[in-house]
C-alpha cells in the first residue's frame, strides 16, 4: 500500500480569549449565576454575551423581542399598495428567485395570503430561459393575464429595467429583496431591503425570506391579525437563514432557533415528505425523532440540495408545489421528484468536478495563480456554484465557474475566507453585463468574447488585493481544551448555544498533547477514526476525521500531536456517546 503524504497543515487562528479586565469580570459573573465552567463562560464573552440578561436571551430568544416592521424604509407604502390590491379585487402575482430562499419566500407569501385572498398566484422563473432575477417573460406573463400587483422577494433589486417595463404596462412592484443595492434602486412602490442605505432597519442580515416574514407581520399589524398565526411559516424561514448561509444573530437567531423547533415538531407535509425520503424520518413518523433532530446543518445538506435540485435540473416550481402541498400524497410525489433531481444533480456535480480539476492541473498558469476562471460551454449551468465550491476544496482560492447560457457565458462565483469576492467581480464590471450577489458568493453573466480578457482582468484585481494567508484553508479556534472538562453537563450547556451558523458557529476546540490509544482506522479510503487520550489529563475520547483519512499514515503510538475539533454526540444501536469531529491534525 502507498503511503500517503502528509496533508498540508490548516492556519488555526485562535479567537482572543476574554483577558481584558471587564472581559474577565463578566467570566467570573456568569460563572457564578449561570453556575458553568470558566470554559462555558469563556465561550459565552467570545460571543458577546457578558451578562444574565444577555445569557437568558442568547439561550431563550423571544419572537417577542422581533424588530417592528415598520422601522423597515417603505414597509407603509408597501402594506398600503396589497391592503389596496385586496379591496380592490386586484390580482396579484409572487414572484421569487429559483434557489432555496426564492422558493421559500413563494411559498410562505403565496402560503399566508391564500388563507386571505384569492385573487393570486406564484411565479418563478425558469434558470436557463430567464435567468435570474425579474425576466422579461415574468413582467409579461403579469401582463398578459391581468395582474397589477407583483410582489418580488429574494430578488429585483437591480432590476430597474425590468420594473419600468411593468410600470408601462400598469404593473406595481413590490420588491423584498436583501442583497446589496446599486446606486439606482427601481422605481417601485416600496423596496424592502434592509441595505439600502437609506433604511435605518436594525438589523440588516435577513434573508430575502426574513425580508418577506416581516411584510407579513407588518400586514398582520395592520389587519388586526393576531401574529402567532405566522409562526406556523417559521419553518420556511429557518430553511432560508440555514440555506442562505447569512448571519445566525440578532433577529436570524430567534427566527431560526423556533423555526428549527417548528421543524422538528410539526414540519409542513411538504418537509415530512421531504424528510422521509432524506432519511431522517421513518414513514410511519410525522416528525424527527429526537436523537435525529434537524440543525442548521442537516438543513444545509439534507434538505437544501433536494430543495435547490428542482430549478437547477428542471423547474423551481416543483420545489413551491412541495411546499405548498396540502395532502401527502401530493406532497410525496414532489418530494421524490426533488431527490430524483438530487441524484442527477451529484452526478452531474461529480463529472465537472472531475473535469474542472483537470484543467487546473494540466495548465501551469491555473496552478500558480491566486484565483480560478474556468469556461467551457457543455457545463450544466445548475452546478456551476458547486463546482466552485469544490474546486476550492482542492484549490483555495477565489473561483468562478462559466458556462454558456442564452449566448452568453454565465458563471457563479465562490470564495474564500477573508475575501470579498463581490467587490472583485464589481471592479470587473466594464467586461460584465450583469452581475450581483455577496461577499463569498455572487452570479455574473458576460459576452462569451470577454471571458479570456476577464479571466485576465479579476486575476490581477484578486493578486493585488488577497493577503497570501487567505490562500492557506484555516480553522478558527475558540478555546483551547483539556480532555478533563468534557462532561455531560458541558456538553448540554454548549448545545444550548445553537442554533450554530454563521457568526455563531459550533465551538471549536483544541488539545494539545494526545496520543493514540491502539490503531488508526482508516474508513472508506478518505476518512480515518481513532481513541486519543491526552498525556497530562489521563481522559480519552473516539475521534472521527471526515475527509482526513491520509493522517492514518502518520500518526504513531505514544507520539504526540494536537488536534482541533467540535463536540458531538454519537447515536448508535440506542446508545449515546461523545466523540470529537476531527477539523485538523498537527504532529
Known amino acids: 500500500m502507498i503511503t500517503q503524504p502528509v496533508p498540508p497543515s490548516k492556519r488555526w487562528l485562535f479567537k482572543p480569549f476574554p483577558d481584558q479586565a471587564d472581559e474577565q469580570q463578566a467570566v467570573a459573573d456568569l460563572v457564578q449565576v449561570l453556575n458553568i465552567s470558566p470554559f462555558l463562560a469563556s465561550l459565552l464573552v467570545q460571543r458577546g454575551v457578558y451578562t444574565f440578561d444577555e445569557a437568558r436571551y442568547f439561550f431563550r430568544p423571544e419572537l417577542t423581542h422581533l424588530h417592528d416592521p415598520f422601522q423597515m424604509r417603505d414597509m407603509d407604502r408597501a402594506v398600503d399598495r396589497i391592503t389596496r390590491a385586496m379591496q380592490q379585487d386586484e390580482k396579484i402575482l409572487i414572484y421569487g428567485d429559483y434557489d432555496v430562499d426564492g422558493t421559500t419566500s413563494v411559498s410562505l407569501m403565496y402560503g399566508f395570503l391564500r388563507t386571505h385572498y384569492e385573487h393570486l398566484d406564484h411565479y418563478i422563473p425558469d434558470r436557463y430561459k430567464e435567468g435570474y432575477g425579474i425576466s422579461k417573460a415574468g413582467v409579461q406573463y403579469a401582463a398578459d393575464n391581468g395582474f397589477t400587483l407583483i410582489i418580488a422577494l429574494d430578488c429585483g433589486i437591480k432590476s430597474i429595467d425590468r420594473v419600468a417595463e411593468a410600470s408601462a404596462l400598469g404593473i406595481d412592484f413590490i420588491i423584498c429583496d ?4 446599486g446606486d439606482v434602486l427601481p422605481a417601485a412602490v416600496a423596496v424592502l431591503d434592509p441595505k439600502r442605505a437609506d433604511c435605518q432597519y436594525p438589523y440588516k442580515e435577513l ?3 426574513g425580508v418577506g416574514f416581516k411584510l407579513l407581520q407588518a400586514l398582520c399589524q395592520r389587519w388586526n391579525l393576531p401574529t402567532n398565526g405566522l409562526w406556523a411559516y417559521l419553518d420556511l424561514v429557518v430553511v432560508s437563514i440555514a440555506c442562505d448561509i447569512v448571519p445566525i444573530t440578532g433577529e436570524n437567531r430567534a427566527l431560526a432557533y423556533y423555526g428549527l423547533k417548528r421543524l422538528n415538531t410539526e414540519p409542513r407535509t411538504g418537509f415530512q415528505a421531504l424528510m422521509r425520503v432524506a432519511g431522517f424520518m421513518r414513514d410511519d413518523e410525522i416528525c424527527p425523532h429526537k436523537d435525529k433532530h434537524l440543525d442548521i446543518g442537516n438543513v444545509v445538506f439534507g434538505l437544501g440540495p433536494r430543495i435547490n435540485a428542482a430549478g437547477r435540473i428542471k423547474h423551481a416550481r416543483d420545489a413551491v408545489n412541495l411546499l405548498l402541498a396540502e ?3 401530493e406532497a410525496e410525489e414532489f418530494a421524490y421528484f426533488l431527490h430524483a433531481h438530487n441524484k442527477d444533480r451529484q452526478d452531474l456535480d461529480k463529472g465537472m468536478t472531475e473535469q474542472a480539476l483537470d484543467m487546473i492541473r494540466r495548465n501551469d498558469l491555473l496552478i500558480n495563480a491566486k484565483s480560478t ?8 449551468k445548475g452546478v456551476i456554484g458547486i463546482v466552485a465550491s469544490r474546486c476550492i476544496e482542492q484549490f483555495y482560492r477565489p ?5 454558456q447560457s442564452n449566448d452568453k457565458a454565465a458563471g457563479s462565483a465562490r470564495s474564500v475566507a477573508g475575501f470579498d469576492v463581490y467587490e472583485a467581480i464589481e471592479e470587473c464590471a466594464d467586461l460584465l453585463e450583469q452581475f450581483g450577489g455577496h461577499t463569498f458568493a455572487a452570479g455574473l453573466t458576460m459576452p462569451i468574447e470577454n471571458v479570456d480578457a476577464f479571466r485576465e482582468k479579476f486575476e490581477r484585481v484578486v493578486s493585488e488585493k488577497i493577503l497570501d494567508e487567505y490562500l492557506i484553508p484555516r480553522v478558527e479556534v475558540d478555546l483551547p481544551l483539556d480532555f478533563s472538562e468534557i462532561n455531560d453537563k458541558f456538553y448540554r450547556v454548549m448545545r444550548q448555544m445553537s442554533p450554530f451558523g454563521p457568526h455563531n458557529l459550533a465551538p471549536v476546540f ?3 498533547d494526545v496520543v493514540l490509544v491502539g490503531e488508526p482506522m482508516l474508513m472508506k479510503e478518505k476518512h480515518v477514526k481513532f481513541t486519543c487520550r491526552q498525556r497530562r489529563s489521563g481522559h480519552q475520547f473516539t475521534a472521527v476525521g471526515f475527509g482526513l483519512g491520509a493522517w ?3 500518526l504513531r503510538p505514544d507520539e504526540p500531536f494536537s488536534i482541533c475539533y467540535n463536540l458531538e454526540m454519537n447515536h448508535f444501536n440506542n446508545r449515546s456517546t461523545m466523540q470529537l469531529y476531527l477539523k485538523d491534525i498537527k504532529i
Open 178 to 181: 436583501h442583497h446589496r443595492p
Open 207 to 209: 434573508t430575502g425570506c
Open 327 to 329: 395532502t401527502f400524497d
Open 373 to 380: 476562471v474556468l469556461y467551457d460551454a457543455s457545463w450544466h
Open 399 to 403: 473561483t468562478i465557474i462559466l458556462t
Open 510 to 512: 483544541c488539545t494539545e
Open 552 to 554: 492514518a499514515d502518520h
